[in-house]
């Protein structure tokens, strides 16, 4: 069993106890899921899409509208990407910290340190801190 795994050979089987969490949550839980599953997708494409600009041809006679038509495409998905995560943050909040699973709170502690390391306004450096306070 010495095979090297690759991004497309892994698969996440999540199974939650979902007798303790409350239908509301459950239904929420399941919309993150969803999105986090619909983000990692266009990252997915995204590296795809990156790969295909590296390996266009200049020589082509339609090499600038492919070029174009993949630039586009980057956009589109990292908007998609963007929406997706701030979407979730809110899905996050609102099903709060005692709801999310140890993988689940990893991932925002992930997000909330990158936020903390981008931003420089000292009230948004406050705020971060304290939430990332909170999941650890």
Request: proline share 1%; no cysteine; glycine share 2%.
């Amino acid at each position: 069993m010495n095979k090297k795994i690759y991004n497309e050979d892994l698969t996440l089987n999540l199974i939650l106890n979902s007798e303790k969490v409350q239908p509301a949550s459950r239904k929420l839980l399941t919309q993150l899921y969803e999105l986090d599953q619909a983000t990692r997708k266009l990252q997915l494409r995204n590296a795809e899409l990156l790969m295909q600009k590296r390996q266009l041809n200049k020589a082509d006679a339609d090499y600038a509208n492919k070029l174009k038509g993949i630039e586009r495409e980057i956009r589109r998905n990292e908007k998609a990407i963007n929406a997706n995560q701030q979407a979730m943050m809110a899905l996050r909040k609102e099903i709060g910290l005692a709801g999310l699973t140890i993988n689940q709170l990893r991932t925002h502690l992930k997000v909330l340190q990158t936020m903390l390391n981008n931003t420089t306004d000292p009230k948004l450096l406050k705020q971060l801190r304290k939430n990332i306070d909170e999941v650890s």
